[in-house]
T-cell receptor, first 113, second 110 residues
Framework: EPEVTQTPSHQVTQMGQEVILRCVPI?????FYWYRQILGQKVEFLVS????????KSEIFDDQFSVERPDGSNFTLKIRSTKLEDSAMYFC???????????FGNGTRLTVT | SQQGEEDPQALSIQEGENATMNCSYK?????LQWYRQNSGRGLVHLIL?????REKHSGRLRVTLDTSKKSSSLLITASRAADTASYFC??????????FGPGTRLSVLP
């Protein structure tokens, strides 16, 4: 069964550094998402992406965040200048339709020191 | 405001018992979905119930939906230790994106 893959599984970075989290969604899916989960807490929506542009973004998704689908297969989340509070699990998800179930990757654990 | 809210926040039961988790939401919905998350892993879709459905079954899972009360329940029958996980409900918010509640942490003791 096709699955969403995310790399790296764990990323450690220093405060102020830029990080890029990578995702390969399921190939025939049209909607792409990034969520984050601070340890043991709720799963928070960051951004959705459809037709090569951002559909919606949350208050969390401020100017330090950006997303890109550079080559038709990868879907990346960039954090320009990381803060301690950006430490979390970041999940990529994709779906074939707006009301369809989301397929999640196993996440990237980002640790900002 | 929270779109999906699960309760209880944590539930501990013995293997073989049934586990019931509830979810409340605020807006009109097209469907409501339940997901499971094992510790440190991504969420896995379990079951989707449409707004015109009242009950749905999948194996040991039973989901009910009461649109008049804006609530849903997930029942896991004959629980197993492997069912230990967090369970989340999700609905579309006003921005047409899925919003997850804080989840119910289920522990099934052998």
């Amino acid at each position: 069964e096709p699955e969403v893959t995310q790399t790296p599984s764990h990323q450690v970075t220093q405060m102020g550094q830029e990080v890029i989290l990578r995702c390969v969604p399921i190939s025939n899916h049209l909607y792409f998402y990034w969520y984050r989960q601070i340890l043991g807490q709720k799963v928070e929506f960051l951004v959705s992406f459809y037709n090569n542009e951002i559909s919606e973004k949350s208050e969390i998704f401020d100017d330090q965040f950006s997303v890109e689908r550079p080559d038709g297969s990868n879907f990346t989340l960039k954090i320009r200048s990381t803060k301690l509070e950006d430490s979390a699990m970041y999940f990529c998800a994709s779906s074939p339709g707006i009301n369809s179930p989301l397929h999640f990757g196993n996440g990237t654990r980002l640790t900002v020191t | 405001s929270q779109q999906g809210e699960e309760d209880p926040q944590a539930l501990s039961i013995q293997e073989g018992e049934n586990a019931t988790m509830n979810c409340s939401y605020k807006t009109s919905i097209n469907n409501l979905q339940w997901y499971r998350q094992n510790s440190g892993r991504g969420l896995v879709h379990l079951i989707l119930i449409r707004s015109n459905e009242r009950e749905k079954h999948s194996g040991r899972l039973r989901v009910t939906l009461d649109t008049s009360k804006k609530s849903s329940s997930l029942l896991i029958t004959a629980s197993r230790a492997a069912d230990t996980a967090s369970y989340f409900c999700a609905t579309l918010d006003y921005g047409q994106n899925f919003v997850f509640g804080p989840g119910t942490r289920l522990s099934v003791l052998p």
